[in-house]
C-alpha cells in the first residue's frame, strides 16, 4: 500500500509543477492590448491656414477685363425693344441673385440694372422676383459684351416678351444702373429711368427701406453718371481695371462722416441698412465687421 500512496503523491508533485505550481504565476513581461491602445500617442491637429479674403472681387458687376469679348454695335430690334443684335436661347436653370441667372453652364448678368446683394435688405426678396419671372423658362438674351468674371451681359425676355431687367426696376426689385446708361439707346434710358422713379415714389419693395445703392455698398463710392453724346448705345471698349482696397465712409444720421473707415485686413466689412424689429424698435444703418 505504501508503493501506491508513494506513487500517487509523485504523480500530484509532477502535476502541480505542469501547472506552474500552487505558488502565484510570474508577472506577465508584456502589457494587454488595452492598456497599448490606451497608451498610443494621439495625433496632434493640423493648424489649418487662415481664410483668405477673396482678392480678384468685382470692384463693380460690369467690369471689363483687357481680354474680355464684346460684340458689335449693330442693334435690332426685339419684343418693341432696341437690343443688342447678338442673342442666345436657352431655359434659366438657376438664379444667383436679382440681377444674375445661370442657362446651364453660362452665367448671364443682366444689363442696365443693380439688383441689391444677397446680404442687404431686401436681397434675397430680390433674388426670389427674379425668379417668379424667369426660372424654369426658356429666354432669349440679347448680348453685348462677356465681362471679366465670364459673364453674358446682356437683357433678358422671357417667351411672353416680358423684358425681365426692366421688370426688375418696375417692381422695386433693382435699380437702373445709370454708370452704364450710355450702353442703352435713349428711349431704354429714358424708360428704366422712369421706371425706377415711379417705384421709388411708390415705395415699392427695396424702396420701402432706407435702400442704399449696391455699388456703393460694394465700394464705398457713389460715382457720376456719364453724360452720353449719342442717342444708339455705346459700348464700352475693354480697359484695365486696377484692383484696389474700396476706403468706405459710412453714413450718418447727420451726414456723411469725414473720416474714412478702413477695413481691417483679413476682415470683410457690410454695410447694414436700417430697420425695424418686430417690437417696433428701429435700428440705424451700420457697419458690421466679420474677421477671418
Given at each position: 500500500?505504501?508503493?501506491?500512496?508513494?506513487?500517487?503523491?509523485?504523480?500530484?508533485?509532477?502535476?502541480?509543477?505542469?501547472?506552474?505550481?500552487?505558488?502565484?504565476?510570474?508577472?506577465?513581461?508584456?502589457?494587454?492590448?488595452?492598456?497599448?491602445?490606451?497608451?498610443?500617442?494621439?495625433?496632434?491637429?493640423?493648424?489649418?491656414?487662415?481664410?483668405?479674403?477673396?482678392?480678384?472681387?468685382?470692384?463693380?458687376?460690369?467690369?471689363?477685363?483687357?481680354?474680355?469679348?464684346?460684340?458689335?454695335?449693330?442693334?435690332?430690334?426685339?419684343?418693341?425693344?432696341?437690343?443688342?443684335?447678338?442673342?442666345?436661347?436657352?431655359?434659366?436653370?438657376?438664379?444667383?441673385?436679382?440681377?444674375?441667372?445661370?442657362?446651364?453652364?453660362?452665367t448671364v448678368r443682366l444689363d442696365a440694372i443693380d439688383a441689391p446683394e444677397?446680404?442687404?435688405?431686401?436681397?434675397?426678396?430680390?433674388?426670389?422676383?427674379?425668379?417668379?419671372?424667369?426660372?424654369?423658362?426658356?429666354?432669349?438674351v440679347y448680348y453685348s459684351k462677356v465681362d471679366k468674371y465670364g459673364r453674358?451681359?446682356?437683357?433678358?425676355?422671357?417667351?411672353?416678351?416680358?423684358?425681365?431687367?426692366?421688370?426688375?426696376?418696375?417692381?422695386?426689385?433693382?435699380?437702373?444702373?445709370?454708370?452704364?446708361?450710355?450702353?442703352?439707346?435713349?428711349?431704354?434710358?429714358?424708360?428704366?429711368?422712369?421706371?425706377?422713379?415711379?417705384?421709388?415714389?411708390?415705395?415699392?419693395?427695396?424702396?420701402?427701406?432706407?435702400?442704399?445703392?449696391?455699388?456703393?455698398?460694394?465700394?464705398?463710392?457713389?460715382?457720376?453718371?456719364?453724360?452720353?453724346?449719342?442717342?444708339?448705345?455705346?459700348?464700352?471698349?475693354?480697359?484695365?481695371?486696377?484692383?484696389?482696397?474700396?476706403?468706405?465712409?459710412?453714413?450718418?444720421?447727420?451726414?456723411?462722416?469725414?473720416?474714412?473707415?478702413?477695413?481691417?485686413?483679413?476682415?470683410?466689412?457690410?454695410?447694414?441698412?436700417?430697420?425695424?424689429?418686430?417690437?417696433?424698435?428701429?435700428?440705424?444703418?451700420?457697419?458690421?465687421?466679420?474677421?477671418?
Open positions: 500500500m505504501k508503493p501506491i500512496l508513494t506513487f500517487v503523491a509523485s504523480l500530484t508533485i509532477l502535476a502541480l509543477a505542469a501547472c506552474g505550481g500552487g505558488d502565484d504565476p510570474e508577472p506577465s513581461t508584456s502589457a494587454p492590448s488595452t492598456w497599448v491602445a490606451a497608451t498610443e500617442a494621439t495625433p496632434v491637429p493640423v493648424a489649418q491656414p487662415p481664410l483668405q479674403l477673396e482678392l480678384d472681387a468685382p470692384s463693380n458687376n460690369l467690369d471689363l477685363a483687357p481680354n474680355a469679348s464684346f460684340a458689335t454695335s449693330n442693334t435690332v430690334t426685339f419684343c418693341g425693344y432696341t437690343v443688342p443684335s447678338t442673342s442666345m436661347v436657352g431655359v434659366v436653370t438657376s438664379v444667383h441673385d436679382g440681377d444674375t441667372i445661370k442657362l446651364g453652364s453660362t444677397l446680404a442687404q435688405t431686401y436681397g434675397t426678396q430680390s433674388r426670389d422676383n427674379l425668379k417668379s419671372l424667369v426660372e424654369g423658362k426658356s429666354v432669349t453674358t451681359v446682356g437683357s433678358v425676355f422671357t417667351s411672353g416678351c416680358v423684358f425681365a431687367n426692366l421688370q426688375q426696376v418696375r417692381s422695386g426689385s433693382a435699380w437702373h444702373y445709370k454708370q452704364y446708361q450710355c450702353e442703352q439707346p435713349a428711349d431704354l434710358r429714358i424708360e428704366f429711368a422712369a421706371a425706377q422713379s415711379a417705384a421709388e415714389s411708390a415705395d415699392l419693395d427695396l424702396w420701402a427701406f432706407v435702400a442704399t445703392p449696391p455699388w456703393v455698398y460694394r465700394n464705398g463710392t457713389d460715382p457720376t453718371p456719364p453724360t452720353c453724346t449719342s442717342d444708339d448705345p455705346v459700348w464700352s471698349a475693354p480697359a484695365t481695371t486696377t484692383l484696389t482696397t474700396p476706403v468706405v465712409t459710412p453714413s450718418t444720421s447727420t451726414g456723411t462722416s469725414t473720416k474714412p473707415y478702413t477695413p481691417v485686413t483679413g476682415c470683410k466689412t457690410v454695410w447694414i441698412n436700417s430697420y425695424t424689429r418686430k417690437d417696433g424698435t428701429k435700428v440705424k444703418g451700420h457697419y458690421r465687421t466679420t474677421c477671418y
